[in-house]
């Protein structure tokens, strides 16, 4: 067996990546196969001998192998071994999915129920991680042509260049799905899942209120954004204000984050609102910040200050405390967007619009209950503070 074709591999594994090792391999390895690398019946090195080539664990390299075996491009038997199928593809359509890789963790268990509904129907999946520069360097119609697509879910990036290339796809008519992001919505007729921003924002604040939190503030992403809409409806009937509201102009990962004067910025704003019971934050860099700063101004979490995340993360469940978030389902929006790309697939090509997906709330340990006073506490509260 000729292994020399394998070894390229474990230089293209980056094991600093988020993306599971097993992923990765097993991507690789289809990548060899649909490239015609592997032919139709070549003998694949075992899960020792592949281990030993790539200075993998057998567990990790049996587990690429099964990712295989589900996607019907290898058989394994314990007698004769792991050999490619014949043909080497079983689907004859393929699909494209294609995401900032900064989401990377996140996007992959999207596309994993993704993969599970176009399977139902014959599809192939390609998965593509971008990056920021990706629309300057290539066209992305000419990319979907190249990989010989039949239809494709995209999640948009905030970039001229990336407008302008969705907006070439549906000029040529090619049928595709946004994912996640409402940018360019003005001018985009492609249809797109999306959480349900607003009633997320307003389910969080209902949420706080019901634990008895009056003075609640919000850290949130852009300005005019629909956190900060819906805030400002929220407390035009009550009695907020306007310094409980700040913009921090970022929505990237926590290893972005430390490029920004982060901490500075959450300790004026914690500062500023010393009367703050609770805070909801959208970014999820900036909560867990808000749970480094908070001890550092003299607020115990959640005892002082309550912190609720408008997005989870999987990072939020090893904070300490664990902090409470606003989810969505990974399963819901894959499945949504694979299932509204088949209906236009299948010929029904007039589809657009907006199909929005709940938020639901993890109770984690970073709210607090507080007792709200009746109006005869408040009464007499205000009575012997004046006597």
Request: glycine share 10%.
């Amino acid at each position: 067996m000729d292994t020399s074709k394998y070894k390229p591999l474990a230089s293209l594994l980056d094991r600093e990546s988020p993306v599971p090792l097993y992923y990765q391999l097993a991507q690789h390895l289809e990548a060899m196969i649909s490239n015609g690398v592997l032919q139709p019946g070549e003998l694949i090195p075992g899960d020792q001998k592949m281990g030993a080539l790539l200075c993998l664990n057998t567990w990790t390299v049996r587990k690429a192998f099964a990712r295989l075996v589900s996607r019907g491009l290898v058989e394994r038997t314990r007698k004769t071994g792991t050999f490619v199928k014949g043909g080497g593809h079983v689907h004859s359509k393929t699909v494209g999915f294609f995401y900032f890789v900064e989401a990377e963790i996140q996007m992959l268990r999207r596309a994993e129920f993704i993969q599970r509904c176009l399977s139902a129907h014959n599809f192939d999946l390609k998965i593509v991680a971008y990056g920021e520069d990706y629309f300057q360097k290539v066209s992305l119609l000419e990319e979907f042509r190249r990989m010989g697509l039949t239809g494709a879910i995209v999640v948009p990036y905030l970039s001229q260049r990336c407008r302008e290339a969705l907006l070439e796809v549906e000029r040529a008519g090619f049928p595709y799905v946004r994912l996640g992001r409402s940018f360019f919505s003005e001018v985009l007729r492609a249809p797109l899942v999306r959480g349900n921003d607003r009633r997320c924002l307003n389910s969080a604040l209902k949420y706080l209120w019901a634990k008895g939190h009056r003075a609640i503030g919000l850290i949130h992403a852009y300005r005019g954004d629909e956190a900060e809409q819906e805030y400002t409806k929220f407390w035009a009937r009550r009695r907020g204000k306007e310094k409980w509201r700040m913009s921090v102009e970022f929505s990237g990962l926590p290893e972005q984050w430390k490029a920004l004067p982060g901490p500075q910025m959450i300790r004026g704003y914690l500062h500023q609102n010393p009367e703050l019971t609770a805070v909801l934050v959208s970014p999820s860099a900036a909560a867990v910040e808000v749970l480094r700063q908070g001890p550092v101004m003299g607020r115990n979490i959640p005892r002082d200050l309550s912190v609720l995340c408008l997005g989870d993360w999987d990072g939020l469940e090893a904070t300490a405390p664990p902090i409470t978030a606003m989810r969505l389902s990974d399963r819901e929006m894959g499945e949504t967007a694979a299932g509204l790309l088949l209906k236009i697939l299948s010929g029904q090509k007039e589809l657009s619009g907006t199909v929005l997906i709940d938020w639901h709330l993890v109770e984690r340990g970073s709210v607090a209950e507080l007792k709200v006073k009746s109006k005869t506490e408040e009464l007499v509260s205000s009575v012997s503070g004046g006597g």
